[in-house]
C-alpha cells in the first residue's frame, strides 16, 4: 500500500466530490471525513453512503468500500459513537475479494469495536 497525503474538505468540497469526483479521490474521501471533518453525523453519513453507493463492477470501488469501513473507525475513534446497528446491516449486504481489503477492514472493525465496546465482524449477525 503507498501512502497519499489526505486533504481536510470543506462541506461543499465534499459533496463535489461525492458527486462528480474520480474513484481515486471518493477512495480518499472517507480517510478524510473520518479524520477531520467536526461533524460526526455528516462524517458517518458520507462513510455510509460511500458504503452503500459504490458500484461493485470496478476494484477501485471495493477499495472505496474498504476505505469508508476505515473512515467509520476513525470516527468511532474521535467521537466514541457510531450507528453500529446501520453498519451491521451494511456489513451483512457487503462482498470483499481482496485479501488486503478484508484485512484492512477486519483492523477497523477492531477498533470499532474497541472504542463503542460492540463486537463486529465483516458477516455480523
Do not use: W
Not at 469508508?68 to 446501520?86: C, F, M, P, Q, T
Not at 478484508?102 to 458477516?123: P, Q
Amino acid at each position: 500500500m503507498k501512502y497519499k497525503h489526505i486533504n481536510e474538505y470543506n462541506d461543499e468540497e465534499i459533496m463535489n466530490i461525492l458527486y462528480y469526483g474520480s474513484g481515486s479521490e471518493l477512495k480518499i474521501l472517507p480517510l478524510s471525513v473520518g479524520e477531520f471533518h467536526s461533524d460526526y453525523q455528516f462524517s458517518q453519513n458520507v462513510c455510509f453512503f460511500l458504503l452503500e453507493n459504490s458500484d461493485e463492477s470496478e476494484n477501485i470501488n471495493e477499495d472505496i468500500r474498504a476505505n469508508a469501513i476505515l473512515g467509520l473507525s476513525y470516527i468511532a475513534r474521535r467521537y466514541n459513537k457510531l450507528d453500529v446497528a446501520k453498519l451491521k446491516i451494511l456489513l451483512r449486504q457487503q462482498q470483499f475479494s481482496s485479501k488486503e481489503n478484508v484485512e484492512r477492514i477486519e483492523y477497523a472493525l477492531e477498533d470499532i469495536s474497541l472504542f463503542l465496546n460492540e463486537k463486529l465482524s465483516i458477516n455480523t449477525t
